[in-house]
């Protein structure tokens, strides 16, 4: 049985002490959800404080990038050092980062393996575009991100990851996959390309979540599905009323 995941991905929002206040508006509904696991990936400058509030309560934190480097001369860059001293995930290949920032199955690959090499649970973010998607790509374009961005990973650290399917059209849009599509696409393409890398055990026992536009009203219709597992939440994940019950339908 594969352990619900529910995972915040709070993007370039909150201060650190809008942080500590939205943390403590959630933390009590959050902690009364135990059969889930729950994670909160806030800004970087407010992972102190949020990780201060977040000790012994079995709340994950996770951070939204990271550099591979270990240290030295990459100026702006936090390395999975830095991150493993107060998270325990960490959010890779999100599509705004390869929209915005350059980044390629290549450099979500380094990433991948510098995150696990510190002992930091990627969630790896895959999903195709509106275009991809109309053109009939998205099962190639997963594969390839998948293929790619996993590359050179054993078993063992596969056993490790935790995948979200994205549809980069659905992100923020407001414009939710429908449950069976997003099981679907989990089903016949992500599931098996991660069988085809590491057998059919250790893809049976990774986590796929989905992400894009998940609200307290949608989230059952996602969490019924049998391929998936839980949720990367972008906008609801900063509004307790949201985020709280979002939680609350993975437990059922
Ligand atoms: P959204 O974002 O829930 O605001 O659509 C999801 C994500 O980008 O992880």
């Known amino acids: 049985m594969r352990t619900p995941l529910v995972a915040g991905n709070w993007k370039m929002n909150k201060t650190a002490a809008q942080a500590r206040q939205l943390v403590q508006e959630m933390l009590p509904g959050l902690q009364a959800v135990t059969t889930v696991e729950r994670v909160i990936c806030p800004p970087f400058p407010a992972i102190w404080a949020v990780s201060e509030l977040l000790q012994g309560t079995g709340i994950g934190l996770g951070a939204q990038n990271l550099y591979w480097e270990a240290s030295g001369a990459f100026t702006g860059e936090v390395s999975p050092g830095m ?3 107060f998270c325990q995930y960490v959010i890779l290949g999100h599509s705004e980062r390869r929209a915005y920032f350059g980044e390629t199955d290549v450099t979500v690959n380094r990433k991948v393996k510098a995150a696990l090499a510190n002992e930091l649970i990627p969630i790896v973010c895959v999903g ?16 390839r991100q998948l293929r790619l961005g996993l590359q050179e990973l054993s078993p ?5 990851l935790v995948i979200a399917y994205e549809p980069v059209w659905a992100i923020g849009t407001g414009r939710a996959a429908s449950g069976t599509g997003a099981n679907a696409v989990v089903a016949d393409c992500i599931r098996p390309t991660l069988a085809s890398l590491f057998g059919e055990a250790v893809a049976q026992s990774i986590r796929i979540l989905y992400g894009g536009s998940v609200t307290a009203a949608n989230a059952a219709e996602f969490f019924s599905q049998p391929e998936i597992d839980g949720a990367l ?20």
Do not use: C, D, H, Y
């Not at 063992?156 to 490790?160: R, T």
């Not at 994940?237 to 993975?250: C, D, G, M, N, Y």
């Open 83 to 85: 991150v493993k001293e």
């Open 128 to 143: 195709e575009t509106l275009t991809e998607n109309e053109a009939g790509q998205t099962a190639a374009v997963i594969e």
């Open 156 to 160: 063992e650290q596969g056993q490790k």
């Open 233 to 252: 939440v972008g906008g609801a994940s900063l509004k307790p009323a949201e985020f709280v019950p979002i939680t609350q339908a993975a437990a059922r």
